[in-house]
């Protein structure tokens, strides 16, 4: 199975808001609503952002919402903020009854 | 609270089999009612995630095709922990391994990866 397509980098100034892209194919993106987003700091353990494609984790900042059209779910950040600096994952089931990754994006916020 | 903590070698020689451990505290892996995998994921140094695979508390197993052939997860029968082994480890195996918790979509689908542990280093070098 091939890893969901992110773009390496993006970046914003505080208080932009900003999209993360996550392409996958007709057998995991597009046809599950099984998508999660997770946001990783240097050096520390990644933590769920999203799931379900647009759901959000108890404590997680309404700032980050999720959503998806065909083979493709996005991340969207809302003013942003230094803190949000960070390596962002996606991730999808899969029809072979497998879990994929996206290769990950940089946020710079500038 | 529920908490997730990876033990293991953090040195491993190639070709030989890394093992680690996953100790769950506040909770349980084996459970008539539990809605949860348990699943292991590595980051190699400086590159993204890769699920390696997930349990389920019935011992149902799901691994993910680039390593079905090396690697095993098993639940203790302590139902605090569960593992990983993975053979003929070469350099390309070295990264931070993490275990996570996997909740579940309707038909118990593996789903979102809710908690992590910390993670844990493993060196693959003679």
């Known amino acids: 199975q091939s890893a969901l397509t992110q773009p390496a980098s993006v970046s914003g100034s505080p208080g932009q808001s900003i999209t993360i892209s996550c392409t996958g194919t007709?057998?995991?993106?597009?046809?599950?609503?099984?998508v999660s987003w997770y946001q990783q700091h240097p050096g520390k353990a990644p933590k769920l952002m999203i799931y379900?494609?647009?759901n959000r984790p108890s404590g997680v900042s309404h700032r980050f919402s999720g959503s998806k059209s065909g083979n493709t779910a996005s991340l969207t950040i809302s003013g942003l903020q230094a803190e949000d600096e960070a390596d962002y994952y996606c991730?999808?089931?899969?029809?072979?009854?497998?879990?994929?990754f996206g290769g990950g994006t940089k946020l710079t916020v500038l | 609270q529920l908490q997730l903590q990876e033990s293991g070698p953090g040195l491993v020689k190639p070709s030989e089999t890394l093992s680690l451990t996953c100790t769950v505290s506040?909770?349980?892996?084996?459970?008539?009612?539990?809605?949860?995998?348990w699943g292991w994921i590595r980051q190699p140094p400086g590159k993204g995630l890769e699920w390696i695979g997930s349990?389920?508390?019935?011992?149902?197993?799901y691994y993910s095709p680039s390593l079905k052939s090396r690697v095993t997860i098993s639940v203790d029968t302590s139902e605090k922990q569960f593992s990983l082994q993975l053979t003929s480890v070469t350099a390309t195996d070295t990264a931070v391994y993490y275990c996570?918790?996997?909740?579940?979509?309707?038909?118990?689908?593996?789903?979102?990866?809710?908690?992590w542990g910390q993670g844990t280093m493993v060196t693959v070098s003679s």
């Open positions: 991730g999808s089931y899969t029809s072979s009854n497998t879990l994929v």
């Open positions: 996570a918790r996997l909740s579940t979509g309707r038909w118990l689908v593996q789903d979102a990866f809710d908690i």
């Open positions: 379900d494609v647009n």
């Open positions: 007709s057998s995991d993106v597009g046809i599950y609503n099984y």
């Open positions: 349990i389920y508390f019935t011992g149902n197993t």
């Open positions: 506040g909770g349980s892996v084996s459970s008539s009612s539990s809605t949860y995998y």
